[in-house]
Structure formats: C-alpha cells, structure tokens
C-alpha cells in the first residue's frame, strides 16, 4: 500500500521558519511529481510549490523567495522549506504525488493526511 507520510509542522511567531517533510512509502516503481498544497477551512485547497523528477519547480507567487521545494530522488522525500512566515501562511499543509504503482501502469495521485502549520504571535 503506497502511503505519502508528512512530519514537521508546528507553530511558529511571525518571520519563524519551519521544515515539512515528507516520505512515499510501499511498493510502487516511480514517484513523479511531487508538491505541497495547503488548506484553511472553508477554502478550496491551494498549490504552494511543485517539483518534478527533473527539479523543475513551481511556486505559488504569494510564497516565491520564502518557500523552497526540495526532493531526495533516492527516497522518495520531498521537502519544504518556509522562511519568513506569516500569519496568512497558516493551514494544513498536504503533500501530494504522483506515484507509478506498476511500470506498466499510469501514475495516480495520491494525498498524505495533512500537517498543521500555525504562524501566530
């Protein structure tokens, strides 16, 4: 069973950082792109930043020179670095990749269960 396992969230004061992690776990034969998107209640679920297997990277324009999306290839982790926070940054932060379950078999998206990221003074 492929399972996307995120760690780091927390709550910070304003201008703090934090570090998200997150692993692809099981049995699968690629990880394609992988991302993190980030959610606040009552609001449609928004991209942060993608990178893909290439690291070719994608950020949302709110978050560009204060986010960096990293990954580790060899396993499966994909990382986000958020400097200089703020307290709009606040959500539940999801990471998310497409994962090839079969090399025959086209990639599906999968979802990891979401961390809390507060940024309050």
């Known amino acids: 069973q492929v399972q996307l396992v995120e760690s780091g969230g927390g709550k910070v004061q304003p201008g703090g950082s934090l570090r998200l992690s997150c692993a692809a776990s099981?049995?699968?034969?690629?990880?394609?792109?992988m991302g993190w998107y980030r959610e606040v209640p009552g609001n449609q679920r928004e991209l942060v930043a993608t990178?893909?297997?290439?690291?070719?990277?994608d950020y949302r324009d709110s978050v560009k020179g204060r986010f960096t999306i990293t990954r580790d290839l060899g396993k499966n982790t994909v990382f986000l670095q958020m400097n200089n926070l703020q307290p709009e940054d606040s959500a539940t932060y999801y990471c998310?990749?497409?994962?090839?379950?079969?090399?025959?078999?086209?990639?599906?998206?999968?979802w990891g269960q979401g961390t809390q990221v507060t940024v309050s003074s």
């Open positions: 998310n990749a497409d994962i090839r379950p079969h090399a025959r078999i086209p990639p599906s998206e999968y």
């Open positions: 099981g049995d699968f034969a690629e990880v394609g792109t």
């Open positions: 990178i893909t297997r290439y690291m070719v990277r």
